[in-house]
């Protein structure tokens, strides 16, 4: 896998480089770009749980959580310069229901095949259901609410509110579960990361998270410039876009590897990321790019339209049905799946 | 109870031809044609609860899950082949808030009273939970809200697709409660029924279910004649007709014993005769009429007007934080019976 | 404390009777008359606290249920009388989200900053979780819902019958609690009851609570005369009058003991006041104010705006997610707390 990787890296980088300076087809260079920046995050993922190892839980957990979403965060900013505002948001939606229905639901189904009731830890499901329910729910529908009788100016600033109160909040997290309440709800992965050596050098993890870095960022901006081509050839609206494309290549690198952890009976490590991630997309990628939208021309106010909405708060009250006692199974693995596809046909259709 | 069924039955199946046939008044055959209905489909529900115990728990169960609802069903195709949809999507939710509140409702009340603090199987409760969600909160709202932006085209074949995914979850939920997980949660209610002996041998409970099922065929397309008349007389609308009388009348036996259940402090079966419905009305009875409609002249789109909606999802989530810890008390099943009688009060202004 | 609110009252009453016979500012007489009230309200809850010390927990409880909330049922009444429909449905609104999210997110996060994770009965918190459901979401969107297709007549007279549910269910709760299933679910709030003391004697204790009303009375229909000039002064809306001011002053004394209970450890007794207290709002509150509206010439139907609907029900989802595990810390009350801030915003804004 990780040497498949490589090889994506060796070749799509120097193609990504050639094919944009030589003008080849736009649905071409597409397809290039995606493949690069999978592999790219899948570097980056594996030089930022090194640098973690190094650091130790607390400063780990802050690089994790900070890093985590690099990639999505950096297509998106690309987006917002290009005024493609409703790609960013589809694209926090794809990430959210993503991670939520189709990671998790993934993982559940996979790991409730081998085993029959794989069990992760309960405080950490009902501590992320407090926070999905914050987020997803109350920061998300909140704006959309009130902007019906709000002018355009005013739902600006309310979301510039809400994006600074999501963030302290966020932060606020970070400090409750990597300082003062560390290891209070027995975070068994902790415990395992206690065990684990780092794969590379704190030297060598630095340059790989650099290097990678940029080169999404690179690759990103191009990728960006594709979209309008791309969607006039396959007739796929800006939505659709954003929720399925951006979303999936965002997150693969993640994907893949909450699967392979559900299929090792490492249920904790795979809702963590399936379920975390949802999270740090919520509470701090989308407050962030509502943040930095302010420095460019078009500024991004924090509302969804209604079909994005609704499928990020139904699939938060599905999560939170099939993960609050702590345990699962391959049936609801399935629901989530199913789930997954009904807003995938509704998404095409629209 | 059994001797009054059969008396009504022995009457109202030759009034309800000869009334047919003679032109009665419809309003008095729309009474007949009620109570012989609700008589013949106890006798369905015994000669499935006698073949279930010949079949053994496996195909038993599956043999409940399929008949449960079969009068309900039977109705409703004959209201979609008469054209009236909205009848029919109204008796589906008449069926599962009628389920849901007034069955479990009056079930928690009954077995509240009599002991203390009654108790049923937390596993079945949480399981059913996400099929709820899933079924009515997820399946039920994404066509409603996706449909405000799509042709009626395109709504229908989204509702297609929906009904599909619904269908194939709910085979797969069968796979998992009577093959892979069987027993796996302590299902008492499994347990009782390995020492109950059936009532009648297979070759009479085939022939009951046989005969009662071809009698509620007939009956039941002579009922939806009458709605008109019947409508027209008590200036009732399609939508009361369809989530009061149909929803009663389609489900009274079975409310009967479960509230009997319950009196017997047997509250596990009571549970799942009265949410188990439900699902299976959201999940298999809902999504085969939507595919049924379509060898008809008006194809039916899985979209309910908002009431319904809302009604039915307040409903779920009721039924959901009062069953959700596994055990009840009288005020519980009051609490239940209340919300019913508020949505009532509703739907016979509207 | 104590000393403080009995010099408030000694002041404030005297110059609230005289300033509003010599027509002194507005501005100045709405301070004055904010004040007044809260250190009255302090009063009748020391004497209620005493009187149901006196009268055991039965009728002790009785006490505390129906005077808990008539400050604001007494100023609510006023503003009906004046015609401002909107003030009142703003006050309930603000006072459900005000207690659950402000007074409960205050107390869990003081609670939680002494105490790693203070604990509270868990069967109170999810028979408190029905309740909210089945009166927030169920009785206050089941008629917003339904309006949108019934003449006015219709849903004053929906709102009637609803009304006249949640009294009865209000009543049967009680019933509940202090009859038939006192002490089943282990209320340690209630055997610490035993050991307390009566502040003040009987006589005593009934003659302070009949002069505190009398003056609350007097002084809250000065205070209803002033919202309108305070409101174009300060170009505040009816809305943001209701949500904050109403609310706050109408619940101040209540809000400080939850906070001062939660410090002292006391999560039990400051999660009744606080969750308890939303829920006399909506299921005693509320319904008693439609009924008292038909006596005056604006009949007042139970339809909220949409942004107060959602604020209320975000609140109780939000709240049921935190609590209903029985155990909390620091993190979850900042949670709420950040809620309560993003309605503020929103109302504000408004």
Same mark, same amino acid.
């Given at each position: 896998?990780?040497?498949?990787?490589?090889?994506?890296?060796?070749?799509?980088?120097?193609?990504?480089?050639?094919?944009?300076?030589?003008?080849?087809?736009?649905?071409? /260079?597409?397809?290039?770009?995606?493949?690069?920046?999978?592999?790219?995050?899948?570097?980056?993922?594996?030089?930022?749980?090194?640098?973690?190892?190094?650091?130790?839980?607390?400063?780990?957990?802050?690089?994790?959580?900070?890093?985590?979403?690099?990639?999505?965060?950096?297509?998106?900013?690309?987006?917002?310069?290009?005024? /493609?505002?409703?790609?960013?948001?589809?694209?926090?939606?794809?990430?959210?229901?993503?991670?939520?229905?189709?990671?998790?639901?993934?993982?559940?189904?996979?790991?409730?095949?081998?085993?029959?009731?794989?069990?992760?830890?309960?405080?950490?499901?009902?501590?992320?259901?407090?926070?999905?329910?914050?987020?997803?729910?109350?920061?998300?529908?909140?704006?959309?609410?009130?902007?019906?009788?709000?002018?355009?100016?005013?739902?600006?600033?309310?979301?510039?509110?809400?994006?600074?109160?999501?963030?302290?909040?966020?932060?606020?997290?970070?400090?409750?579960?990597?300082?003062?309440?560390?290891?209070?709800?027995?975070?068994?992965?902790?415990?395992?990361?206690?065990?684990?050596?780092?794969?590379?050098?704190?030297?060598?993890?630095?340059?790989?998270?650099?290097?990678?870095?940029?080169?999404?960022?690179?690759?990103?901006?191009?990728?960006?410039?594709?979209?309008?081509?791309?969607?006039?050839?396959?007739?796929?609206?800006?939505?659709?876009?954003?929720?399925?494309?951006?979303?999936?290549?965002?997150?693969?690198?993640?994907?893949?590897?909450?699967?392979?952890?559900?299929?090792?009976?490492? /249920?904790?490590?795979?809702?963590?990321?399936?379920?975390?991630?949802?999270?740090?997309?919520?509470?701090?990628?989308?407050?962030?790019?509502?943040?930095?939208?302010?420095?460019?021309?078009?500024?991004?106010?924090?509302?969804?339209?209604?079909?994005?909405?609704?499928?990020?708060?139904?699939?938060?009250?599905?999560?939170?049905?099939?993960?609050?006692?702590?345990?699962?199974?391959?049936?609801?693995?399935?629901?989530?799946?199913?789930?997954?596809?009904? /807003?995938?046909?509704?998404?095409?259709?629209?």
């Amino acid at each position: 896998m990780n040497r498949l990787f490589f090889l994506m890296v060796l070749v799509g980088v120097p193609i990504s480089v050639a094919g944009s300076l030589l003008n080849w087809s736009q649905i071409l /260079m597409f397809i290039i770009y995606c493949v690069t920046i999978i592999a790219l995050s899948a570097f980056m993922g594996r030089a930022t749980e090194s640098l973690a190892i190094h650091a130790g839980p607390r400063i780990g957990g802050l690089l994790n959580a900070t890093f985590g979403n690099a990639v999505e965060l950096i297509i998106s900013i690309f987006a917002l310069k290009a005024g /493609m505002l409703g790609v960013v948001l589809a694209s926090l939606t794809g990430s959210i229901i993503g991670n939520l229905l189709l990671v998790a639901g993934l993982s559940f189904l996979v790991g409730g095949i081998r085993f029959k009731r794989p069990e992760f830890n309960v405080y950490d499901a009902r501590h992320n259901s407090g926070l999905l329910i914050f987020s997803v729910v109350v920061a998300f529908i909140f704006p959309e609410v009130f902007s019906i009788q709000l002018s355009e100016r005013e739902t600006l600033t309310l979301s510039i509110w809400i994006a600074i109160i999501m963030i302290v909040l966020y932060i606020a997290a970070l400090i409750f579960k990597l300082v003062t309440h560390r290891g209070v709800y027995q975070h068994r992965s902790d415990k395992a990361a206690h065990d684990e050596e780092a794969e590379w050098s704190k030297l060598k993890a630095i340059l790989v998270l650099f290097a990678a870095t940029l080169a999404v960022a690179y690759v990103s901006e191009r990728l960006v410039s594709t979209f309008e081509t791309v969607g006039h050839t396959f007739g796929w609206t800006e939505l659709f876009i954003g929720v399925i494309i951006v979303a999936i290549v965002g997150n693969a690198a993640e994907h893949a590897s909450a699967v392979i952890m559900a299929f090792k009976n490492k /249920m904790n490590v795979a809702v963590e990321i399936a379920i975390g991630s949802s999270i740090q997309v919520a509470m701090f990628v989308a407050p962030v790019l509502v943040l930095i939208s302010l420095l460019f021309s078009k500024p991004m106010p924090l509302i969804f339209t209604l079909p994005e909405l609704v499928a990020m708060v139904l699939s938060v009250i599905l999560t939170i049905a099939v993960s609050i006692d702590g345990e699962t199974n391959w049936f609801e693995g399935l629901t989530m799946l199913a789930a997954y596809l009904i /807003m995938g046909v509704g998404f095409y259709f629209l």
